[in-house]
T-cell receptor, first 116, second 114 residues
């Protein structure tokens, strides 16, 4: 069955700390896609990154980096030198290609609070 | 600018009333989606539509209805049959064709039943 687990409900850090948000997924498919979205207090979900199941290369974008490991079915997200503006709820999501269900399966989200 | 608009931002409804949430996109996307978000939970799919005049039930369609008469518009009606409608509702769209494509989201409508 498809499932996305974000075990960390809430994380609090002080500015400039590094923080890692965990995401573990379950899928029956060999071709799938993983996503991270950010939901700031305004409510709108903002797309951050997509990763294909056949591409295990890690990705870095500024202070953000993502570690995809198929062996552990994880797609973790690290924010380096966190800032107050990073405070938001972060969602990990999964979609499967071959079943073409046109669905995104979301985790329950991790609320990140960055204090000055 | 291209994007998704939802209106109203806040909506209050009395029990027993139907209410319609608006979602419009000018991204020329074929597929559109409605999600419900409750506190401490992820997003749950209510309905989705891949083309005009066609739509499918998601995981929690009971008590909701939709229409897709135009490519740009995908309104959601919350009916009196929905037992617990108070929630945050998000509309999304994406290019059709592959699960590879990310969904783009609107700003959401917060519905409160009084």
């Amino acid at each position: 069955a498809q499932k996305v687990t974000q075990a960390q409900t809430e994380i609090s850090v002080v500015e400039k700390e590094d923080v890692t948000l965990d995401c573990v997924y379950e899928t029956r498919d060999t071709t799938y896609y993983l996503f991270w979205y950010k939901q700031p207090p305004s409510g709108e979900l903002v797309f951050l990154i997509r990763r294909n199941s056949f591409d295990e290369q890690n990705e870095i974008s500024g202070r953000y980096s993502w570690n995809f490991q198929k062996s552990t079915s994880s797609f973790n997200f690290t924010i380096t030198a966190s800032q107050v503006v990073d405070s938001a709820v972060y969602f990990c999501a999964l979609s499967e290609e071959s079943y073409n269900t046109d669905k995104l399966i979301f985790g329950t989200g991790t609320r990140l609070q960055v204090f000055p | 600018d291209g994007g998704i608009t939802q209106s109203p931002k806040y909506l209050f409804r009395k029990e027993g009333q139907n209410v319609t949430l608006s979602c419009e996109q000018n991204l020329n996307h074929d597929a559109m989606y409605w999600y419900r978000q409750d506190p401490g939970q992820g997003l749950r799919l209510i309905y989705y539509s891949q083309i005009v005049n066609d739509f499918q039930k998601g995981d929690i369609a009971e008590g909701y209805s939709v229409s897709r008469e135009k490519k740009e518009s995908f309104p959601l009606t919350v009916t009196s049959a929905q037992k617990n409608p108070t929630a945050f509702y998000l509309c999304a769209s994406r290019v059709r064709g592959s699960s590879y494509n990310e969904q783009f989201f609107g700003p959401g409508t917060r519905l409160t039943v009084l």
